[in-house]
């Protein structure tokens, strides 16, 4: 089965191709919208992405939005490091909201499937000291909300209600069960080369 990401996101990438080696990726070219509520701007984004990628390539093609939502506010990727600082002490000591939409489209039948997943992140109080030894990093830069849950911003969270993944803009529960429908399962590809078969949870 010919898998295709239409999306450029190293992130994305590097989960879904853990799990599926031969996945390839063709990022989407179409322009993002914007105007209705989170919830529907990351819901036609995804359909746009995956859509605009399957009027040119063949497959089961999986497009992706994700958005970061403080309040009544939509975080999205940081035009510079100023604005990545602002994100930053928005979300200090509070919750926010990530949302993530998925549109999934087998263009041998034309078949089609859409979900939307929300994942609730508690940061701590963030002193404005530790947000520029942050960004120094460079960690920021691409990132909605200014911040990757997978480096060194996991020292700012406290809790997460929901998919962590979702969080890094690809749910992948949400999305392999998705795949099933499809009659694709994650879990019958081969293991990418190097993989430990033998390792489990450290304890």
């Known amino acids: ?3 295709v990401l239409a999306s ?3 992130r994305r ?3 879904l191709r853990a799990l599926w080696p031969d996945l390839v990726v063709v990022p989407s070219v179409a322009v993002e919208r914007a ?3 989170p919830e529907e701007d990351v819901a036609d984004n995804a359909r746009a992405k995956a859509e605009e990628v399957a009027g040119r390539d063949q497959g089961v093609i999986i497009g992706a939005d994700t958005e970061v939502v403080c309040g009544e506010s939509v975080l999205g990727k940081p035009a510079s490091r100023s604005d990545a600082a602002a994100m930053l002490r928005r979300l200090s000591g509070g919750t926010h909201k990530v949302i993530t939409a998925l549109h999934v489209i087998d263009t041998r039948n034309g078949r089609r499937s859409s979900a ?3 994942t609730q992140v508690s940061f701590r109080a963030v002193g404005d000291e530790e ?3 942050y960004l120094d990093r460079g960690e920021y830069a691409d ?3 200014g911040y990757g849950i997978q480096g060194a911003a996991a020292l700012f969270v406290e809790r997460i209600d929901g998919d962590y993944y979702n969080v890094m803009g690809l749910p992948l529960c949400r999305l392999g069960g998705m795949l099933e429908a499809f009659g694709v399962s994650l879990l019958d590809a081969a293991p990418p080369r190097g993989t430990d078969r033998t390792g489990g949870t450290d304890g």
């Open 1 to 3: 089965m010919r898998l």
């Open 8 to 10: 450029g996101s190293p």
């Open 13 to 15: 990438r590097r989960l």
């Open 35 to 37: 105007g209705g509520s």
């Open 116 to 118: 939307v997943e929300r």
């Open 131 to 133: 947000i520029e030894r």
């Open 143 to 145: 990132k909605a909300g």
